[in-house]
């Protein structure tokens, strides 16, 4: 992740995460939470998951996402849902369960908006079993 102030503690709150990120990662970022909340149920709740920013949603992770030293990255937190979505992520560098995509530039929120539904459709999905 990116390298925060070697006086700083581990950020317990989104908010303090995202107040050590720098530019342009840090306005990235905010518009990326900004648009997760959009789509995510009332009662997602935010907490910082493996020193991450993350969204919660019945119990369990929805989505996490993060500033590194190059890069910003958004994490669905399941590989079946970034399979359904592989053709829209073909333009994005990605791993098993990670989107990375310029600092200073924001996936498009239309994107994430339908990556957060699907998670919340598994999840639910899960739940009722």
Do not use: N, W
């Not at 925060?4 to 939470?33: F, N």
């Not at 992770?61 to 910003?72: G, M, Q, R």
């Amino acid at each position: 992740m990116f390298r925060m102030k070697k006086t700083a503690v581990a950020p317990q709150t989104v908010d303090e995460y995202l107040a050590d990120v720098p530019e342009p990662a840090h306005t990235t970022l905010t518009k990326l939470r900004a648009t997760i909340r959009a789509a995510a149920p009332k009662d997602a709740t935010e907490a910082i998951s493996y020193g991450m920013p993350s969204f919660r949603y019945k119990g369990g992770p929805l989505v996490y996402y993060a500033a590194f030293a190059k890069h910003c990255s958004f994490f669905p937190a399941s590989v079946a849902v970034m399979q359904q979505f592989k053709d829209e992520l073909k333009q994005y560098p990605t791993a098993k369960g990670t989107i990375r995509f310029p600092s200073d530039a924001p996936l498009p929120a239309a994107l994430v908006k339908k990556i957060v539904k699907a998670r919340v459709e598994q999840i639910d999905a899960k739940k009722k079993r």
